[in-house]
T-cell receptor, first 114, second 115 residues
Framework: GDSVTQMEGPVTLSEEAFLTINCTYT??????LFWYVQYPGEGLQLLLK?????DKGSNKGFEATYRKETTSFHLEKGSVQVSDSAVYFC?????????????FGKGTHLIIQP | GAGVSQSPSNKVTEKGKDVELRCDPI?????LYWYRQRLGQGLEFLIY????????KSGLPSDRFSAERTGESVSTLTIQRTQQEDSAVYLC?????????????FGPGTRLTVL
């Protein structure tokens, strides 16, 4: 079945550091790929998405590129802020649509220190 | 506009009791999803509704779990004879339709603790 693997946390960085959170997936065909973020005390929010190979999703300074050849969708940000502290989830939607729901990774807890 | 809402936000129950969790999706969203998030784990997909029907219930963890949706709006997830392993955050999401490109909007979740 489909699966998503992302780096274990917590990841602790200083403000203005460069961020990479790795995500790789296993799926049949061409899934859509997502990054969701969960800020403390809040629900999951979509951060960015990409629906086909080589697409780049971007939002709030975060970027991720859909790499079919490496089955990856790594999340990057050039300069993190304290307000970026949250749990980040990589997820995929199968080619057939949402009938099977999203498959999520276990989440990466990011802590940004001032 | 209003987002997805869930109630209660927290539920503490004793082992063996039944619980009912409620989800109000965004108005006009035809697809509704239930997920479970155990401590330290990712989200586990449970069931989805397209309109009022749930084509596939195989993701429900056991026959103690059931879900229904009425009027293409409110959905309830019922857990009978709760066990300690049912303790988790139960998340509901909705989307406009079940296209692979459509964003799922999540509610804040219900944290269930079974003593």
């Amino acid at each position: 079945g489909d699966s998503v693997t992302q780096m274990e946390g917590p990841v602790t960085l200083s403000e203005e550091a460069f961020l990479t959170i790795n995500c790789t997936y296993t799926a049949t065909g061409y899934p859509s790929l997502f990054w969701y973020v969960q800020y403390p005390g809040e629900g999951l929010q979509l951060l960015l998405k990409a629906t086909k190979a080589d697409d780049k999703g971007s939002n709030k300074g975060f970027e991720a590129t859909y790499r079919k050849e490496t089955t990856s969708f790594h999340l990057e940000k050039g300069s993190v802020q304290v307000s970026d502290s949250a749990v980040y989830f990589c997820a995929l939607s199968p080619p057939g649509g949402g009938a099977d729901g999203l498959t999520f990774g276990k989440g990466t807890h990011l802590i940004i220190q001032p | 506009g209003a987002g997805v809402s869930q109630s209660p936000s927290n539920k503490v129950t004793e082992k063996g009791k039944d619980v009912e969790l409620r989800c109000d999706p965004i108005s006009g969203h035809t697809a509704l999803y239930w997920y479970r998030q155990r401590l330290g784990q990712g989200l586990e997909f449970l069931i989805y509704f397209q309109g009022n029907s749930a084509p596939d219930k195989s993701g429900l963890p056991s026959d103690r779990f059931s879900a229904e949706r009425t009027g293409e709006s409110v959905s309830t997830l019922t857990i009978q004879r709760t066990q300690q392993e049912d303790s988790a955050v139960y998340l509901c999401a909705s989307s406009y339709r079940t296209s692979r490109n459509n964003e799922q909007f999540f509610g804040p979740g219900t944290r269930l603790t079974v003593l």
